[in-house]
């Protein structure tokens, strides 16, 4: 069912020899904790991109604690055995795929909230909480946690790749929440970065390298986040448009205006069509936006007043409410099963997703384009967008069996990241570098830029066992 | 009329032999931007802490664009001599003392604005544009750049230090506010991180890794900045209150519930004296807090609401309001005059500040057991704070040729410092660590993660020609 790697990347799969002796010291220490079954390691072998899964890792080992994580990779560098940090498998660019063998190091079941310090808008947990039980927990405080990607991921895996998702617009991405972090370094030490404190300059940002290094440089293994005021008033609607450029043409005037919408999401009409048979909703299938707004109700009044007055000049018709907890809920749903609903339109087929993002100015430019490409290529897609950040997906839905088809997709995917770092933008919005994405981070940063990477991650993880072959080559 | 180092810094101070030839290459190569006269090298030696200078960078380089600044990094580099970056020499902690000789690059005739991105609210500047000068020259569009650390630094020395100061209970810091940077490394080469997108997860968070490096990885060329639409409404107000402890429960209540509060700054009664001294106000003197509110009409009422029903629960006198622009600078004027207002208040005097942020609710605990302690040792002090971000700086106003005035300050800073930790926050908030918060550093994030910081230094910066001996030793 899955793709093959691209060909760029077959170099990067290089199977290291795992001593013999690794397996049975490992399995001395876990017990019960460390599986070799089959199934387990290739659950633990793929995520939810198009690739190749051949051959999952060696061993997935349970960890319960930070001291599970800790011996774990000094047993790994001992034997120089790469280690790979899997937390519930939802990302999306080759991120957990054993390229160079090792093992995966489960963190689900590290899944404490350690503490919740409501008064300073802060919480810490352990890398394996998921952003829903997160949520539930804390409900009776009054607070939440913004952050949405979609999946149910772990806030480990969240911070390892700089997720965001439909709240950014308002509430920053990982990069903003991430307030300090325990770090198991590839040498098995256990380090903290940053405090609880708001802000700080105490010697190099660590908290912020961590974030998005996706398993290259450490473990994260606690985390404390911001957390922020369930608002006083929440009001969701959409508004469909007759055409993406008159949507996009609204997003851009509210931004530039300085509106503190919490979510804008663009959704085109076909994209609504499978949604609409997946959800078994009846919206409008053409673009449209989904929006909510927070805040007091005289400031809530205020942005939807902007907003509609800016809907109404470029085409919008009337907002659709969802004004209760359950026709919000039903709406969000609805927008996050868009990826499901697409793949269920065409039985069989796996979905090649790009992230690029653009400064706002320019994302009727990165998406029209975009879209024309896509149309003319024939291969199915869907379409949604967190447009507020200038950040969208297309999904291009692919046969993964078929060569051609995947080429096709590549092609799509490549001409618009291309368009887009001509535009000033990034290949990644929110999704990571992964395996996927390696050749576009070099044209987007840089050789030199690449190279410093490089340095860092030789420096910090000289026996490159932390993940090795992710965001780029050794 | 400076004050020695600490002794415990005195094993970093070891002056490096510049080799014969290398003033004659760089003279060569810069001609009448190379100096090596003794006033200009001795200005490029200090900076606004109470730290002797002794001796001064060998030369001053004057650099008009990024090519000169990568010229002059690669003589240093085949030459192995220390290259100190300097903006307009206003940071606090020892930052561009020359404790191992070497030369001093002045960016500040790299004062350009590059290019205003007004529908992106994003602009890009070379590293010696001055804050002030910025925002006159952005003022016609609107938009304005809001980090504000008192001094009319440097964007690049604010990016180093990664600064922060009044308005950042709201608009962050430069952590939150750079997007993308022209870095110079230490071999010379000219790299580029982040975009002008608003988020990204390409690669390492090589930004924020840049920022608050204090010169010791790199040298920041160019700076792109966010920007915020000027509000709609602005409002400040003054209000005092019986303690300082009435006035921090205020500031604690109104952050815990959310208010958007753009600047809410607190200054000591015995400052508000030395304030009306300087400035020629007639404030009330005792503990005040100084506030703006920004946003639309309505939502600027919403927060004044809210704030004046705390204070007075609080027992806050009456709001006194600058409504005007003008008085709304006289206002913020005489704050940011509170340093030289008590530098003057004792003729011959420097001050040793600290810098310490906690968690907000702990705020009354870190400041009033050290108000305590102020008092009691007799050392004249001010006391101001960016206290809705939980930070907050005594000045302990020293003779710098008194030893045991030294010794007794450094002691309040040390106690402050390990009370901070205990209670979750940082040693340094805004300022950085240079050479003054090593000890305070290590203790803050630990040998672990001070070695992981170290790694990346010797990694990126392997001869240690980039402002050695500041952040930690080598």
Known sequence: MNAPLPTH???????????????????????????????????????????TTVPPPAAVVFAENTQDVSDAVKLCAEHKVPVIPFGVGSSLEGHLLAVEGGISIDVSRMNKILSVNAEDLTVTVQAGVCRIALNNEIKSTGLFFPIDPGAD???????????????????????????????????????????????????????RLMVGSEGTLGIMTEITLR???????????????????????????????????????????????????????????????MMEFHGSP?????????????????SGQAFEWASTPEARSKLWTARHNA???????KPGCRAISTDTCVPISRLADALLDSVDEADASGIPYF??????????????????????EFAKAEQLNHSLVHRTLALGGTCSGEHGIGLHKQEFLKSEAGDGAVAFMRTIKHALDPLNIMNPGKIFSW
């Open 227 to 289: 957390l922020y005021p369930i608002p006083e008033t929440i009001q969701a609607a959409l508004c469909s448009f007759p055409s993406i450029r008159d949507a996009v043409a609204t997003v851009i005037q509210m931004i530039q205006l300085g509106v503190p919408i919490a979510r804008v999401e663009l959704i085109d009409g076909n994209t609504v069509r499978m949604v609409n048979a997946h959800s078994k909703t009846t919206l409008s299938e053409q673009p449209t936006l």
């Open 9 to 51: 990347l077959l170099p990067q799969i290089r199977q290291r020899e795992i001593p013999a002796a690794f397996l049975d010291v490992l399995k001395a220490r876990f017990g019960a904790n460390c599986s070799t079954a089959q199934v387990i390691r290739e659950q633990h072998g793929r995520d939810e991109s198009a690739f």
């Open 383 to 404: 379409l949604v967008g967190h447009v507020g950040d200038g950040n969208f997906h297309f999904g291009y839905l692919i046969d993964p069996n078929n060569p051609a």
């Open 339 to 345: 990826y499901f609903a697409a793949i269920q339109s």
């Open 153 to 207: 991921a772990t806030i480990g895996g969240m911070s390892a790749t700089r997720a965001s998702g439909t709240n950014a617009v308002r509430y920053g991405t990982m990069r903003e929440n991430v307030l300090a972090l325990e770090v198991v370094t590839a040498q098995g030490d256990v380090i903290r970065t940053g405090s609880r404190a708001k802000k700080s300059s105490a010697g190099y940002d660590l908290t």
């Open 298 to 314: 005289n400031g809530v009044a205020e942005q939807i007043e902007t907003v509609q007055e800016l809907a109404k000049e470029n």
